[in-house]
């Protein structure tokens, strides 16, 4: 099976910090997300990467950055945590394939809050 | 663009009843549709999807997705509900001509089965 671990289950950090988020994958996926998920907004797309050192913005990249140094890990810093960044963060990976309709594949996600 | 819209917050249905979820879903193309479950304090795990033949779906744990083109809907069913389906479900949606590939997921709906 699958393992996408994300580091922290929770995390409480202050206004302005900044925050790491890191993710890890074992199957040798080339493609990496983050998503964040709130109430009736259901999951929005942060930053994906198609492979080592390339990423794409997704829909709501303002306030995020992503680093990929190495295939399996995929780190969301987050520059100036402000409170409104408070939310459950997931990161998924997946295998390419010729037709990228391969599933994704879900860590349990991070709580974080920022006060 | 393209968008999903599930249009229930929450679904109640008695342990043993048929239970659908409802999906409808915009694209520009042709799409490609995915239903994923979020137990709780869980990621999402990839639950069935439609590519392309047979309009009715079968997936994991008994569920099963008809995709109707002319309603544009995906909706996901089961004969008989159990407790532990129990989860929050979510649709989703890539426009096969979304050179990005990007999926976009609805809001989520919330399916309680009681005993």
């Known amino acids: 099976d699958v393992k996408v671990t994300q580091s922290s289950r929770y995390l409480v950090k202050r206004t302005g910090e900044k925050v790491f988020l890191e993710c890890v994958q074992d199957?040798?996926?080339?493609?990496m997300f983050w998503y964040r998920q709130d109430p009736g907004l259901g999951l929005r797309l942060i930053y994906f990467?198609?492979?080592?050192?390339?990423?794409e913005k997704g829909d709501i990249p303002e306030g995020y950055s992503v680093s990929r140094e190495k295939k399996e890990r995929f780190s969301l810093i987050l520059e100036s945590a402000s409170t409104n960044q408070t939310s459950m963060y997931l990161c998924?990976?997946?295998?390419?394939?010729?037709?990228?309709?391969?599933?994704?594949?879900f860590g349990n996600g991070t709580r974080l809050t920022v006060t | 663009a393209q968008s999903v819209a599930q249009p229930e917050d929450q679904v109640n249905v008695a342990e043993g009843n048929p239970l659908t979820v409802k999906c409808t879903y915009s694209v520009s193309g042709n799409p490609y549709l995915f239903w994923y479950v979020q137990y709780p304090n869980r990621g999402l795990q990839f639950l069935l999807k439609y590519i392309t033949g047979d309009n009715l779906v079968k997936g994991s744990y008994g569920f099963e997705a008809e995709f109707n083109k002319s309603q544009t809907s995906f909706h996901l069913k089961k004969p008989s509900a159990l407790v532990s389906d129990s989860a929050l479900y979510f649709c989703a949606v890539r426009d096969r001509g979304n050179a990005g590939n990007m999926l976009t997921f609805g809001g989520g709906t919330r399916l309680m089965v009681k005993p």
């Open positions: 990467s198609y492979d080592v050192k390339m990423k």
């Open positions: 199957m040798d996926h080339e493609n």
């Open positions: 998924a990976s997946r295998e390419q394939g010729s037709s990228y309709n391969s599933p994704l594949h």
